[in-house]
């Protein structure tokens, strides 16, 4: 499956933004949805999951803020954010985790900043 991710942008602290991750081939229902970051000079981190049961999963430092959501008849996936912060900035990825594999978009540069 390839993924392209799209939506990022500049946005002042407390705006909104959304992040979408279209897939050329179909989801499977079983496979595992993710958002991570990646902020200069730090590792990439897991913000957000999506599991079949519906299960939702946040890193602590967005939950309450994000949210992670998919529609299945457009093959999309998308991460919700709002009451954006500085330390928000990051590039973005989608990830589909699938048999023990991980497909990866190419990234979406997210800038939080006045």
């Known amino acids: 499956v390839q993924l392209q991710a799209s939506g990022g942008g500049l946005v002042q602290p407390g705006g909104s933004l959304r992040l979408s991750c279209a897939a050329s081939g179909t989801i499977f229902s079983s496979d595992v949805l993710n958002w991570y970051r990646q902020a200069p000079e730090k590792q990439r981190e897991l913000v957000a999951q999506?599991?079949?049961?519906?299960?939702?999963y946040y890193a602590d430092s967005v939950k309450g803020r994000f949210t992670i959501s998919r529609d299945s008849a457009k093959n999309t996936m998308y991460l919700q954010m709002n009451s954006l912060k500085p330390e928000d900035t990051a590039v973005y990825y989608c990830n589909v985790f699938r048999s023990s594999r991980n497909y990866w978009g190419q990234g979406t540069q997210v800038t939080v900043s006045s």
């Open positions: 999506f599991f079949n049961s519906g299960f939702t």
